[in-house]
Nanobody
Framework: QVQLVESGGGLVQAGGSLRLSCAASGSTYSINAMGWYRQAPGKQRELVAEISRGGRTNYADSVKGRFAISGDNAKNTVSLQMNSLKPEHTAVYFC???????????????WGQGTQVTVSS
């Protein structure tokens, strides 16, 4: 019903930057919010940042001032600019969308396949 395609992950040295992008397609009648989560080996998936349709943002404390999320409602896309990366930012980053697929449906969450971000020291 809803497809999320992520791009932009990769290998970067500590102090470097990466930009992740995600595009939602399919049954995206009304997107309420989009965001990024990450999961490091042996850890639970955690919120990195999210943005509502109205532009309200929410960040994990650990990335405030370092990462910036942005969205394009017309294109159903969300991006995450990650600056001053550290090895502890190494994880699989997942795009997430909270969306109503039809006029009659309630909102539900959908996930991308994940993109690996590796920060070397």
């Amino acid at each position: 019903q809803v497809q999320l395609v992520e791009s932009g992950g990769g290998l970067v040295q500590a102090g470097g930057s990466l930009r992740l992008s995600c595009a939602a397609s399919g049954s995206t009648y009304s997107i309420n919010a989009m965001g990024w989560y990450r999961q490091a080996p042996g850890k639970q998936r955690e919120l990195v940042a999210e943005i509502s349709r109205g532009g309200r943002t929410n960040y994990a404390d650990s990335v405030k001032g370092r990462f910036a999320i942005s969205g394009d409602n017309a294109k159903n896309t969300v991006s995450l600019q990650m600056n001053s990366l550290k090895p502890e930012h190494t994880a699989v980053y997942f795009c997430n969308v909270y969306v109503r697929t039809t006029y009659y449906s309630s909102a539900g969450c959908y996930w991308g396949q994940g993109t690996q971000v590796t920060v070397s020291s």
